[in-house]
């Protein structure tokens, strides 16, 4: 009975591959989001959806693709890996304009 | 746009009080976060305030906002081993989006 789950926990690839990173939520929540946490910790908003429309998209290179089938599910798909992508990818939900809860998190190592 | 600094590291004996700071530079913002970080995990949700509050006491746990300084503060009493983590504080944007904007996170370390 995980609120916000991800999968996979870990991902380890090639650079120049494709990868998706799935996330879905049982809480009920109308939006959904996309956070990236660097290698020194620092977390930013990549994406934000609110009932499958795209309401954020922050710098984040067009390689990056997020898409939401239903509200509660939101997966970002990543093509053509760098190795600067390598970070913990964390998925959130939240009622509109209310308190946001975190996934666990996917590692992603792109060697 | 919005900027969250916080102090990198705290070291604290057990038993000991722990306060982490955080300034925040959004005037705007409706409410203020602190989320937990334990190693290899992802983000708990420890409190939140509220922009019109002072302070907010939840167990262990007090907040205290002063938003003239635009300064947000995590007491965390009767500091435990398993405290040990990074603390991370955020704002909310006022805006439907509601983005939260993290600061850089303090890693507490709790010693006997």
């Known amino acids: 009975d995980t609120a916000v789950s991800q999968t996979p926990k870990y991902l380890v690839t090639q650079m120049g591959n494709d990868k998706s990173i799935k996330c879905e939520q049982n809480?009920?929540?109308?939006?959904m989001y996309w956070y990236k946490q660097d290698s020194k910790k620092f977390l930013k908003i990549m994406f934000s959806y609110n009932n499958k429309e795209l309401i954020i998209n922050e710098t984040v290179p067009n390689r990056f693709s997020p898409k939401s089938p239903d509200k509660a599910h939101l997966n970002l798909h990543i093509n053509s890996l760098e190795l600067g992508d390598s970070a913990v990818y964390f998925c959130a939900s939240s009622a509109p304009q209310e308190t946001q809860y975190f996934g666990p998190g996917t590692r992603l190592l792109v060697l | 746009g919005e900027d969250v600094e916080q102090s990198l590291f705290l070291s604290v004996r057990e038993g000991d009080s722990s306060v982490i700071n955080c300034t925040y530079t959004d005037s705007s913002s409706t409410y203020l976060y602190w989320y937990k970080q334990e190693p290899g995990a992802g983000l708990q949700l420890l409190t939140y305030?509220?922009?019109?509050?002072d302070m907010k006491q939840d167990q262990r746990l007090t907040v205290l906002l002063n938003k003239k300084d635009k300064h947000l503060s995590l007491r965390i009493a009767d500091t435990q081993t398993g405290d040990s983590a990074i603390y991370f504080c955020?704002?909310?944007?006022?805006?439907?989006?509601?983005?939260?904007?993290f600061g850089t996170g303090t890693r507490l370390q709790v010693t006997l």
């Open positions: 809480l009920g929540h109308d939006t």
């Open positions: 955020a704002e909310r944007d006022t805006g439907t989006a509601s983005k939260l904007t």
């Open positions: 305030i509220f922009s019109n509050m």
